[in-house]
């Protein structure tokens, strides 16, 4: 395969298939991507895709599996960044980078933060501590253009006052911006944020980004970024890269990707094929962009209506018009018996439960080994409860003849195969494990405890 990634003078970061795996685990798979020179890239992505492992394997923490990563500073010179340790990466490569947790030497004062990290220059010009000690002139104007330098990055975050107060005692959006603010001085080429908007509010948010404009456009330094707050992300980015299971789903500006199925199927954790109603639907209602598309189409909001609901088909369950919030449709299905449905399709009464179809010679009758003609029993498992099966897939596979899910746990490599030709699936039965959850479910008997959301990382 030819990379996707090539020779760009305008690059200063080549990610050319970069791989990492831990055992049979694989965090990173065949990523290739572009960081601008002067440019602010952010890579999203729902949790665990595996945006903090790139930027380790980046960095020097980690060092990749497999793939190429390739920094090209201002001088034209050149460094393999897989190849360097972590401390020569930011000395050499001039790449810094801040953490998902604030990572100060909370003792020492806000000055002595921004010193620390001036610590090579300062301890080169005292002769490692000699020159120093005996006063040689050079040491002190090492220190005091130390010194100056700290001045200036506590005056663009606002922290002059607090120069002498512990680091520990600052607010917690002045942290973040102290520690940008750290990092800048080790003069970087490129600058890592993992999520620096974590934990902000609203007027943070808008701090943190002027903070990083002027950074990019006063100093030059691109900035790569990781970050949830899509108001951040779509403010002031030029690039975005998105991933899912550790492969790049879309790459592109922020308005192309904010508007890509693929990248708002990621976020409300269902399909290609289902999004695209889901995506008309939000069109209809106003929506235009990926967090609004989640907080209204929550994919487990209709699970619940449809829980409280088993009479309603799932096509009627899904707000068309007028409500911002998912939980606002479920307490307008709870209060009515019908619910809205999408533009262009009759008013009225609830759609009928589908009946399920007999597998034919057009859906690959005798490829799934163990498909049914019928649901044992008349009624059919919901598959729905296994991830990554939504209702349109659930769907598909009653269709070729799939109800329960014994027939899933039963799958052969051949059964998985027929499947994803008809799902147009890539390998995700095997990566979401839905042999594995179909067992659990089986010897649970169909009846689990509800699925957690959210939480943590």
Known sequence: ?????????????????????????????????????????????????????????????????????????????????????DFVITKKAKVARTFQNIRLFSGLTVLENLLVAQHNPLMLSSGF?????????????????????????????????????????????????????????????????????????????????????????????????????????????????????????????????????????AYLGVEDEEVVELIEQAEAAGVDDITAAVDLLSTEALHEIEEAHPEMAPTALIPATGTPKAKRARTAVAGAPAAKTAPGKSRGAPTPARTPVKPTGATKAGVISNALPEPRGGKADKLILIQGIGPVNERKLNEHGIFHFDQIAAWKKADIIAAEIYLDFDGRIAREDWIGQAKRLAREGRTPAPRKTGGAK
């Open 1 to 85: 395969m030819v990379s996707e990634v090539h020779n760009n003078p305008a690059a200063i970061l080549r990610v050319e298939r970069l791989s990492m795996k831990f055992g049979g685990l694989i965090a990173i798979n065949d990523l290739n991507f572009e960081a601008k020179r002067g440019a602010i890239t952010a890579l999203i992505g729902p949790n665990g895709a595996g945006k903090t492992t790139v930027f380790n394997c980046i960095t020097g923490f980690y060092k990749p599996t497999e793939g190429m990563l390739t920094m090209t500073r201002q001088n034209g010179e050149e460094y393999l960044l897989e190849r360097m340790a």
């Open 129 to 265: 501590t000699v020159l120093g000690l005996l006063g040689f002139p050079t040491y002190k104007k090492a220190a005091a253009d130390a010194i100056e330098k700290a001045r200036f990055w506590l005056e663009k975050i606002n922290l002059v006052d607090r120069a002498d107060d512990p680091a520990g005692d600052l607010p917690y959006g002045a942290q973040r911006r102290l520690e940008i603010a750290r990092a800048m001085c080790t003069d970087p080429e490129l600058l890592c944020l993992d999520e620096p908007a974590a934990g902000l509010n609203a007027r943070e948010s808008a701090e943190l980004n002027k903070l990083l404009l002027d950074i990019r456009d006063e100093t030059g330094t691109s900035i790569l970024l990781i970050e949830h707050d899509m108001s951040v992300v779509m403010e002031i980015s030029d690039h975005v890269v998105v991933l899912e299971y550790g492969t790049k789903i879309s790459d592109g500006t922020p308005e192309s990707v904010k508007n890509d199925p693929k990248v708002i199927a």
